[in-house]
């Protein structure tokens, strides 16, 4: 499981409140129970469906991995790697939104003749 915190100062703040408000006002099973994340108290979760994982893809989180607005435990290769085969989930939280996925691979899988790159 990997996550992505989105903090209210931070460029991508707007897009995810709306993907959030979006996804939220379209679901029709109930919210997800409250949750603690690392040390985010998460409130209001959402499974986001597969019709709506454009908007995720869209925030292009990966433009912001280095930012003190962003608190992740994934690495740029994590945040890259997202697409619309993630289980991904939306919760609010006290002072921004918080992403957390699942299904991405833990590393990049090896390749050329033998598992590896001789470039």
């Given at each position: 499981?990997?996550?992505?915190?989105?903090?209210?100062?931070?460029?991508?703040?707007?897009?995810?409140?709306?993907?959030?408000?979006?996804?939220?006002?379209h679901m029709k099973s109930p919210l997800l129970p409250p949750v603690t994340i690392a040390d985010f108290l998460l409130t209001d979760g959402v499974v986001?469906?597969?019709?709506?994982?454009?908007?995720?893809?869209?925030?292009?989180?990966?433009d912001e991995h280095l930012s003190p607005y962003l608190k992740s435990n994934a690495s740029l290769f994590h945040l890259l790697m997202i697409d619309d085969k993630t289980e991904t989930k939306i919760?609010?939280?006290?002072?921004?939104?918080?992403?957390?996925?699942?299904?991405?691979?833990?590393?990049?899988?090896?390749?050329?003749?033998?598992g590896f790159d001789l470039r």
């Open positions: 499981m990997y996550f992505a915190y989105v903090l209210e100062q931070s460029r991508k703040a707007k897009a995810t409140r709306s993907a959030y408000e979006h996804v939220k006002s986001v469906q597969q019709q709506d994982k454009h908007r995720v893809l869209n925030l292009r989180l990966h919760y609010r939280g006290e002072n921004g939104w918080m992403l957390v996925f699942e299904g991405i691979q833990a590393q990049p899988k090896p390749f050329g003749q033998n």
